[in-house]
């Protein structure tokens, strides 16, 4: 059932909140002509009968007259009496009771009910529905992957108990809503959650432990449990989570991993059997200044470059490509090549510093990450952490040049940005940037669409079928952007560095790079292979 406070929270939102100005505006003027009558109705009493009244009767008398309720005790007996009476109650007639309900109507009540008829939610999937992914919790985590699931083509279905939420994400964001309570048997029973593929919980932890407690009393099907507190892990998988996601210590990791200076090795991005996917920052490097060319990393090392990250863009560079001090070089190889690239650009482990602005969940697991590397880190914040006794923070504000110069800022190598607010975040980068231009820093950003502004104020980072072809014959990088980077064949050996007259066999599996649009013009061009491409 919806709840009081929700039905009312339609008229202080949207259209209604346009609405509602006007008839404050009209109240202004209600009060105002009541104001003006109680006035006159004073100044008449005692000019044309000799009475006087105080403005409180004046105000009494007009509220009387002008809602029809009579004249009581107090009334005219001159002529201009009985004109004055006869217009303030002709006034209440047409703006109290004819132009004011006329407005609460057309203006409040009837597009209310109009919304409720026209919209119905839905309580129930189909019978039978097979094969989806139930997802419980909508933010920025879940609105990525439910971009990855439409891209795959996947059903999926989102499950919110807040009507006007259900409203807008059907709507105006195309989405399929179920309204209902996470933790309600019934409406689990409704979401098919026994034919599902997968189902997310992406709550709070206390609710997240109900959902999957709830789950497995019905079904064993598999749950992904993204949780707010690493400690809370043994817990949800006790409760019957399949997957437990610390994603504060996934984030922190991301951005402790970014915001050091040391070699190949210690930004492994990911690894793929024996193949690495790992970035260095250019400057400081023999390379800087130089063409991919005239650098010749693959020659010496063997390893590819196979992008170049500036500032939150991805490009993927040729051999006239400039490596330039503000880029990241993303590199694939095995590890003997990676080490082989640290033996030749050196590894200035020993001047890391690394300022960690923010003492959150997400600030407390970067400064773990850091200490276990070790990397030397300060810890900034304006008050003791509640979530992280781990660590002991310098108490002030980050936003304060002061505060971050007498912290030593001027011989930090990184800044870790890692408030909840993206405003403050965006702050800190900016500022962070302004005293030390060529500080690495990488920030987070808790909402989508403050990305660009925090790679503006200067993060280098924020935490968002070919069978039978040679590969230069497949023309990938050339006309879709996507480049291979390795190729996993049959029996399970993995070429990493893939030659351009390599002949595309059927079974062998791609690893690709590139953006989101690239991927899904990818899978649009070669259904079959997007099936089996890793």
């Known amino acids: 059932m919806k709840s009081i406070a929700s039905e009312l929270a339609y008229f202080v939102r949207g259209h209604a909140r346009q609405n509602l100005k006007v008839l404050l505006l009209y109240f202004v003027f209600l009060i105002v002509m009541t104001l003006a009558y109680a006035v006159i109705f004073r100044y008449l009493m005692w000019h044309t009968e000799g009475r006087e009244f105080s403005f409180i009767a004046g105000l009494y008398w007009t509220i009387t007259v002008m809602t029809t309720l009579g004249f009581g ?166 409760a019957g989570a399949n997957h437990v996601i610390a994603m504060p210590r996934i984030v922190g990791r991301f951005l402790a991993t970014r915001a ?38 693959r020659q010496k090392t063997g390893l590819s470059v196979i992008g170049l990250w500036k500032r939150g863009h991805l490009t993927i560079p040729n051999r006239d490509t400039i490596l330039d001090d503000e880029s990241l070089a993303l590199l694939a190889g095995n590890s003997d090549q990676l080490k082989g690239l640290e033996k030749l650009i050196g590894n200035p482990e020993s001047s890391d510093l690394v300022f960690v602005l923010g003492h959150g969940r997400i600030g407390c697991a970067a400064a773990t990450f850091l200490e276990r590397k070790p990397v030397p880190f300060v810890l900034i914040d304006q008050s003791e952490s509640t979530v992280c006794s781990k660590h002991v923070p310098v108490i002030g504000d980050a936003t304060s040049r002061s505060t971050l110069t007498d912290a030593g800022i001027e011989n930090a ?85 893939p030659q351009p007259d390599t002949v595309l066999e059927h079974g062998i599996n791609m690893l690709l790079i590139g953006s989101v649009e690239q991927e899904k013009a990818f899978d649009a061009r070669y259904p079959r292979a997007a099936k089996k491409k890793k």
């Open 73 to 238: 005790d107090i009334t005219f007996h001159t002529d201009a009496g009985y004109i004055f009476a006869a217009i303030v109650t002709i006034s209440g007639v047409v703006f109290l009771l004819i132009i004011l309900p006329f407005t609460m109507i057309s203006l409040f009540l009837a597009p209310w009910i109009e919304e409720r008829l026209r919209y119905t939610p839905t309580l129930e999937l189909p019978p039978d529905t097979r094969g989806h992914i139930v997802i419980f919790g909508l933010d920025s985590i879940t609105r990525l992957f439910i971009k990855k699931l439409e891209g795959r083509n996947l059903d999926f279905v989102v499950v919110t108990r807040d009507y006007d939420r259900a409203l807008k994400l059907e709507e105006q964001e195309g989405l399929k809503v179920v309204y209902g309570s996470a933790t309600d048997v019934n409406v689990m029973r409704r979401l098919r959650v026994e034919a599902a593929r997968y189902v997310v919980a992406n709550l709070s932890d206390p609710q997240n432990a109900n959902i999957c407690l709830t789950l497995r009393s019905l079904c064993n099907t598999p749950v992904v449990a993204l949780i707010r507190d690493p400690d809370h892990q043994k817990l949800l998988r006790q």
């Open 260 to 297: 050091t200076t040391r070699g190949a090795m210690a930004h492994v991005l990911d690894t793929f059997g024996a193949l690495h996917i790992a970035e260095f920052p250019v400057n400081g490097t023999p390379f800087a200044g130089m063409t991919l060319e005239k650098a010749q990393i």
């Open 413 to 497: 190598t990184g800044v870790i940005v890692t408030t909840n607010d993206d405003s403050t975040n965006v702050f800190l980068t900016l500022a962070s940037r302004y005293m030390h231009p060529n500080i690495r820093i990488v920030a987070r950003a808790n909402e989508d669409e403050n990305v660009d502004q925090l790679y503006a104020a200067g993060a280098d980072f924020v935490a968002a079928a070919l069978t039978g072809k040679k590969i230069i014959d497949s023309e990938l990088r050339h006309s879709l952007g996507c480049s291979i980077i390795a190729l996993k064949y049959p029996d399970g050996h993995m070429d990493t560095s």
